[in-house]
């Protein structure tokens, strides 16, 4: 099933990298079975084998670490669902990214990253590969293309961008940035876990390598972590595979990998209905004088809407508003809702929503959220795919309680 040029998305979510009667599917498995051993027999002694010449494909397995059916099956449908040729999967999208980063830089290398990123991942290049191992970095609004080309150094070794992001739901110009980054041969790889495959692929648009949090909307229902990368560069792709087996080690277990390959079937009809529910909730938050602002790409007040149109195929399931008033405020409304459940992550098929301030982006100092736009009454939600109307009503609940609360407070006769 190597052939995915003309296969469309849904087939390839389905189907890629299982065969009931190939690799590790002997009993004609129509579901890639969750191989658990750690260590495979071999036929023989073979005293000229290499570990890096054992070919999964052909069916050869040495070691879980290096390799192993359910993952490699997994592997291969990642890549497919981002055309590319080489998939990895990771533990997290953590070790994603940060064995993606590792295999682009060195001590006195130059990184280039968008200002706006998962709280996560700055703090990474900042304790990790910033002070730990001597790379500079500086961030840019990479709305600004004239921003980032200013950043780029002859030293600049990789320039790391989301689209969008998190939790702004910024774009940048990834076709664009590309040709930047090349212009000065740094890796440029995009953390493409808000969009999705199904609605955008960046290696089409000159990105070198794509991350993904599978957690996410690949695996779509909140039972597993995992992560992923994919690329069509050989040599990255070489060296990507040596620091996933042999110099990290953090390659996603079977089990995981069985889960996000069971999640990933269902792909295209659950990222229509999070997109459908998101512009719905999105133009509903609009209309309520209690929010002062909505930052989604498929509405057309945003400002990178445009953009939004020519490089992906939808707008995807998350959003985030901004609510008038103070923390307070939006503590009341959160601890209103009943359908929309107060969690961190995104991507799941049930409704998210979490306040970055105090969740998700809470280790950044209060100064750098600000500049990032990030206030205290910024929410973000993951939009799920239960019924729209039920979604709706809950937001109303939230609205109410911040209603009563108002009645409630005596006026300031000051």
């Known amino acids: ?43 023989g002694l073979d005293t000229e084998m290499r570990l890096e010449d054992v070919n999964p494909d052909a069916g050869e397995f040495v070691y879980s670490r290096l390799s192993n059916p359910t993952r490699h099956a997994l592997e291969k449908r990642i890549a497919a669902l981002e055309g590319g040729e080489h998939g990895a999967a990771f533990a997290s999208g953590t070790a994603a990214i940060f064995t993606t980063l590792l295999a682009c830089v060195e001590p006195g290398d130059h990184v280039v990253a968008f200002e706006d990123l998962y709280a996560g991942t700055r703090r990474m290049l900042d304790r990790v590969f910033s002070a730990r191992l001597g790379v500079d970095v500086t961030y840019v609004d990479a709305t600004d293309l004239d921003a980032v080309a200013a950043a780029l150094r002859e030293e600049t070794a990789a320039v790391w961008m989301e689209s969008p992001t998190n939790p702004k739901l910024a774009l940048c110009d990834i076709a664009a940035i590309a040709e930047l980054a090349a212009g000065v ?55 990507l595979r040596f620091l996933q087996q042999v110099g990290v080690g953090a390659m996603s277990p079977p089990f995981d990998s069985y889960l996000v390959m069971r999640g990933i079937k269902t792909l295209g009809p659950r990222m229509r209905q999070h997109e459908e529910n998101a512009l719905a909730v999105a133009r509903f938050l609009e209309s309520r004088p209690e929010v002062t602002a909505v930052h989604y790409p498929g509405l057309e007040s945003h400002p990178d809407h445009e953009l939004a149109c020519e490089q992906m195929s939808g707008f995807g399931g998350i959003l985030s508003f901004e609510l008038d008033g103070e923390i307070d405020d939006a503590k009341r409304f959160l601890e209103a809702l009943t359908e929309f459940t107060l969690a961190v992550s995104v991507g799941g098929v049930e409704s998210l929503i979490e306040l970055p301030a105090g969740m998700t982006h809470e280790p950044l100092p209060r100064a750098e959220r600000e500049a990032l736009g990030i206030s205290d009454t910024l929410i973000r939600v993951s939009v799920g795919i239960e019924g729209i109307d039920d979604l709706l009503a809950d937001l109303e609940r939230g609205f109410d309680a911040l209603s009563r609360e108002a009645a409630s407070t005596p006026a300031n006769d000051d």
Do not use: C, W
């Open 185 to 239: 041969d740094a890796t440029f790889g995009v953390d493409n876990t808000f969009a999705s495959p199904y609605f955008q692929r960046p290696l089409e648009l000159g990105a070198d390598v794509v991350v993904h949090s599978t957690t996410k909307y690949l695996n779509g229902h909140s039972d597993a972590v995992a992560g992923a990368v994919v690329t069509d560069d050989d040599a990255f792709a070489e060296e």
């Open 1 to 43: 099933m190597d052939d995915h040029t003309e296969k469309t998305l849904d087939t390839l979510a389905v189907s890629e990298g299982e065969d009931p009667f190939g690799t590790g599917s002997e009993a004609g498995d129509v579901v890639s079975p969750i191989h658990l051993a750690s260590t495979f027999a071999l036929p």
